[in-house]
Protein backbone atom coordinates (compact mmCIF):
# COMPACT_ATOMS: atom_id res chain seq x y z
CA UNK A 1 0.00 0.00 0.00
CA UNK A 2 3.00 2.16 0.57
CA UNK A 3 4.00 1.37 -2.90
CA UNK A 4 1.14 3.06 -4.22
CA UNK A 5 0.89 6.42 -2.44
CA UNK A 6 4.53 7.17 -3.18
CA UNK A 7 3.61 6.62 -7.05
CA UNK A 8 0.45 8.53 -6.37
CA UNK A 9 2.68 11.55 -4.59
CA UNK A 10 5.13 11.11 -7.41
CA UNK A 11 2.42 11.81 -10.29
CA UNK A 12 1.19 14.57 -8.25
CA UNK A 13 5.01 16.57 -8.08
CA UNK A 14 5.73 15.66 -12.13
CA UNK A 15 2.01 16.38 -13.80
CA UNK A 16 4.11 17.23 -17.01
CA UNK A 17 5.54 13.88 -17.15
CA UNK A 18 1.86 12.01 -17.05
CA UNK A 19 0.56 14.32 -19.46
CA UNK A 20 2.82 13.76 -21.77
CA UNK A 21 2.19 10.05 -21.51
CA UNK A 22 -1.62 10.45 -21.95
CA UNK A 23 -0.49 12.63 -25.28
CA UNK A 24 1.32 10.34 -26.89
CA UNK A 25 -1.24 7.32 -25.81
CA UNK A 26 -4.00 9.46 -27.41
CA UNK A 27 -2.19 9.97 -30.22
CA UNK A 28 -1.20 6.49 -30.91
CA UNK A 29 -5.41 5.56 -30.60
CA UNK A 30 -6.32 8.44 -33.19
CA UNK A 31 -3.57 6.95 -35.94
CA UNK A 32 -5.23 3.76 -34.92
CA UNK A 33 -8.51 4.74 -35.47
CA UNK A 34 -7.40 6.47 -39.17
CA UNK A 35 -6.50 3.48 -40.17
CA UNK A 36 -8.83 1.36 -39.52
CA UNK A 37 -11.88 4.31 -41.08
CA UNK A 38 -9.85 4.33 -43.96
CA UNK A 39 -9.48 0.58 -44.60
CA UNK A 40 -13.20 0.48 -43.57
CA UNK A 41 -14.45 3.29 -46.74
CA UNK A 42 -11.91 1.05 -49.03
CA UNK A 43 -14.30 -2.12 -48.84
CA UNK A 44 -17.20 -1.32 -50.97
CA UNK A 45 -14.53 -0.66 -54.04
CA UNK A 46 -12.77 -3.95 -54.20
CA UNK A 47 -12.62 -5.51 -57.02
CA UNK A 48 -11.07 -9.59 -57.12
CA UNK A 49 -11.83 -11.99 -59.30
CA UNK A 50 -11.49 -16.09 -58.83
CA UNK A 51 -10.38 -17.91 -61.98
CA UNK A 52 -10.92 -22.03 -61.96
CA UNK A 53 -9.88 -23.88 -64.32
CA UNK A 54 -11.31 -27.52 -64.59
CA UNK A 55 -11.62 -30.47 -66.85
CA UNK A 56 -15.07 -32.03 -67.41
CA UNK A 57 -16.96 -34.70 -68.68
CA UNK A 58 -20.15 -35.79 -69.48
CA UNK A 59 -22.35 -39.12 -67.87
CA UNK A 60 -22.93 -40.64 -70.48
CA UNK A 61 -19.34 -40.37 -71.68
CA UNK A 62 -20.29 -37.99 -74.94
CA UNK A 63 -18.60 -34.69 -74.28
CA UNK A 64 -15.56 -33.72 -72.57
CA UNK A 65 -12.93 -30.69 -72.24
CA UNK A 66 -12.01 -27.93 -70.72
CA UNK A 67 -13.61 -25.44 -69.06
CA UNK A 68 -12.66 -21.78 -67.08
CA UNK A 69 -14.81 -20.15 -64.32
CA UNK A 70 -14.63 -16.92 -63.13
CA UNK A 71 -16.48 -15.54 -59.76
CA UNK A 72 -16.52 -11.95 -58.69
CA UNK A 73 -15.51 -12.45 -54.82
CA UNK A 74 -14.51 -8.65 -54.55
CA UNK A 75 -17.81 -5.88 -53.39
CA UNK A 76 -18.31 -4.42 -56.52
CA UNK A 77 -19.51 -5.55 -60.41
CA UNK A 78 -16.78 -6.60 -62.45
CA UNK A 79 -17.23 -6.70 -66.71
CA UNK A 80 -15.84 -9.65 -68.06
CA UNK A 81 -14.12 -9.26 -72.00
CA UNK A 82 -12.45 -12.23 -71.96
CA UNK A 83 -12.30 -15.54 -70.33
CA UNK A 84 -10.68 -18.74 -71.73
CA UNK A 85 -6.77 -20.28 -71.56
CA UNK A 86 -3.38 -18.39 -72.06
CA UNK A 87 -0.13 -19.85 -73.87
CA UNK A 88 2.60 -17.57 -73.21
CA UNK A 89 0.57 -14.37 -74.43
CA UNK A 90 -1.71 -16.14 -77.11
CA UNK A 91 -5.08 -16.81 -75.70
CA UNK A 92 -7.64 -19.87 -76.59
CA UNK A 93 -11.28 -18.79 -76.54
CA UNK A 94 -14.30 -20.27 -77.46
CA UNK A 95 -15.62 -18.59 -80.68
CA UNK A 96 -18.98 -19.73 -80.66
CA UNK A 97 -19.97 -18.80 -77.19
CA UNK A 98 -17.87 -15.80 -76.73
CA UNK A 99 -20.41 -12.87 -76.29
CA UNK A 100 -21.82 -14.79 -73.40
CA UNK A 101 -18.33 -14.71 -72.03
CA UNK A 102 -18.60 -10.92 -72.29
CA UNK A 103 -20.69 -10.14 -69.30
CA UNK A 104 -21.00 -7.87 -66.31
CA UNK A 105 -20.17 -9.94 -63.18
CA UNK A 106 -22.38 -8.70 -59.75
CA UNK A 107 -20.96 -9.92 -56.31
CA UNK A 108 -20.75 -13.61 -56.17
CA UNK A 109 -22.14 -14.56 -59.57
CA UNK A 110 -20.07 -16.51 -62.08
CA UNK A 111 -19.69 -17.02 -65.26
CA UNK A 112 -18.04 -20.27 -67.48
CA UNK A 113 -17.16 -20.87 -70.69
CA UNK A 114 -16.30 -24.89 -72.13
CA UNK A 115 -14.02 -26.11 -74.31
CA UNK A 116 -14.24 -29.33 -76.44
CA UNK A 117 -11.55 -31.53 -75.78
CA UNK A 118 -10.50 -31.57 -80.15
CA UNK A 119 -10.56 -27.69 -79.93
CA UNK A 120 -8.77 -27.47 -77.41
CA UNK A 121 -6.14 -29.71 -78.33
CA UNK A 122 -5.73 -28.55 -81.70
CA UNK A 123 -5.45 -24.98 -80.39
CA UNK A 124 -3.02 -25.93 -77.53
CA UNK A 125 -1.11 -27.65 -80.26
CA UNK A 126 -0.92 -25.05 -82.39
CA UNK A 127 -0.04 -22.27 -79.72
CA UNK A 128 2.55 -24.55 -77.97
CA UNK A 129 4.58 -25.43 -81.02
CA UNK A 130 6.34 -28.21 -79.28
CA UNK A 131 7.47 -26.59 -76.13
CA UNK A 132 6.19 -28.10 -73.02
CA UNK A 133 4.71 -24.55 -72.04
CA UNK A 134 2.49 -23.84 -69.67
CA UNK A 135 -1.01 -23.54 -70.16
CA UNK A 136 -3.07 -20.73 -67.61
CA UNK A 137 -6.89 -20.12 -67.44
CA UNK A 138 -7.14 -16.34 -68.54
CA UNK A 139 -9.75 -13.58 -67.67
CA UNK A 140 -9.74 -10.08 -68.57
CA UNK A 141 -12.00 -7.45 -67.28
CA UNK A 142 -12.68 -3.94 -68.47
CA UNK A 143 -10.40 -2.38 -66.97
CA UNK A 144 -7.25 -4.24 -68.24
CA UNK A 145 -6.69 -6.58 -65.36
CA UNK A 146 -5.72 -9.80 -66.35
CA UNK A 147 -6.02 -12.65 -64.29
CA UNK A 148 -4.20 -15.89 -64.93
CA UNK A 149 -4.14 -19.32 -62.79
CA UNK A 150 -1.72 -22.01 -63.98
CA UNK A 151 -3.56 -25.25 -65.15
CA UNK A 152 -1.35 -27.52 -66.91
CA UNK A 153 1.74 -28.35 -68.91
CA UNK A 154 0.95 -28.60 -72.90
CA UNK A 155 2.36 -32.02 -73.37
CA UNK A 156 0.67 -33.27 -70.40
CA UNK A 157 -2.34 -31.99 -71.44
CA UNK A 158 -1.85 -33.02 -75.55
CA UNK A 159 -0.74 -36.86 -73.94
CA UNK A 160 -3.94 -36.88 -71.83
CA UNK A 161 -5.87 -38.94 -74.21
CA UNK A 162 -9.51 -38.97 -72.86
CA UNK A 163 -8.09 -39.24 -69.33
CA UNK A 164 -10.00 -37.17 -66.63
CA UNK A 165 -6.88 -34.76 -65.47
Known amino acids: ?16 FISAILACLSLIVSIVAIGISIHVSRLPYVKKLLVKPTY ?25 EHLGFMIKDRTIQNLDTISKSQITL ?7 QYFENTASRSQVKAL ?5 VLIYAYAKDSEGTTYKVPFI ?7 QRGKVI
Open 106 to 112: TVSESTT
Open 128 to 132: SQGKN
Open 153 to 159: RAKEFLN
Open 1 to 16: MEKVSVIIEWCNTNTG
Open 56 to 80: YFTVPATDEGLSVTATNVGSRPIHI
